[in-house]
């Protein structure tokens, strides 16, 4: 069963203070694994895709990359618009049509 | 940009109630979902449909059904509501089911059932 677990499962920063976020995973084959921002009330908003192995992204000021066992989310120098939880999910080689796993999330609080 | 759009942002309901949930799509896609998400439980898949008039079960499918008799329009029904189905609801679509498909969300809607 593919399973995901996200830590810490809050996280407060003050603003400028540099942080990561963790997402564990165990599947049979890793297809893609992927990064959404998820603002109180709305729908989760698409961040990244990471398909292998020292892959690397990069949007702004977060930073998304992968092992073989987790992923991590860098934020450097945070500011209070990045509030939000940030959820990971991957997909199996073997999962029927595009289903994904979630990890529970991470809700970030950064303070001004 | 791909948009998804679901018809209510909050509704309320009564217990016993038939409910209607729709999902729209613009960009042409193959797959569509419905999910819940509830607080310390993450996201949960009900449903899927990875083309018209097809659906699978996902992870909680009890209590539900789904229909798309259009490609762009996925509904989810709770046939007899009740109120441990007051939850969040989201609706998802990706472009088809072969390869890896980013799965874009709709704004989710709260529904009560009281």
């Known amino acids: 069963e593919d399973q995901v677990t996200q830590s810490p499962e809050a996280l407060r920063l003050q603003e400028g203070e540099s942080s990561s976020l963790n997402c564990s995973y165990t599947?049979?084959?890793?297809?893609?694994l992927f990064w959404y921002r998820q603002d109180p009330g709305k729908g989760p908003e698409f961040l990244f895709t990471l398909y292998s192995a020292g892959e690397e992204k990069e949007k702004e000021r977060l930073k998304a990359t992968l092992t073989k066992k987790e992923s991590f989310l860098h934020i450097t120098a945070p500011k209070p618009e990045d509030s939000a939880t940030y959820l990971c999910a991957v997909q199996a080689e073997d999962n029927a049509g595009n289903m994904l796993t979630f990890g529970g999330g991470t809700r970030l609080m950064v303070k001004p | 940009d791909v948009k998804v759009t679901q018809s209510s942002r909050y509704l309320v309901k009564r217990t016993g109630e038939k409910v209607f949930l729709e999902c729209v799509q613009d960009m042409d896609h193959e797959n569509m979902f419905w999910y819940r998400q509830d607080p310390g439980l993450g996201l949960r898949l009900i449903y899927f449909s990875y083309d018209v008039k097809m659906k699978e079960k996902g992870d909680i499918p009890e209590g539900y059904s789904v229909s798309r008799e259009k490609k762009e329009r996925f509904s989810l029904i709770l046939e007899s509501a009740s109120t441990n189905q007051t939850s969040m609801y989201l609706c998802a679509s990706s472009l088809s089911s072969s390869g890896t498909d980013t799965q874009y969300f709709g704004p989710g809607t709260r529904l009560t059932v009281l």
């Open positions: 599947v049979s084959g890793l297809r893609g």
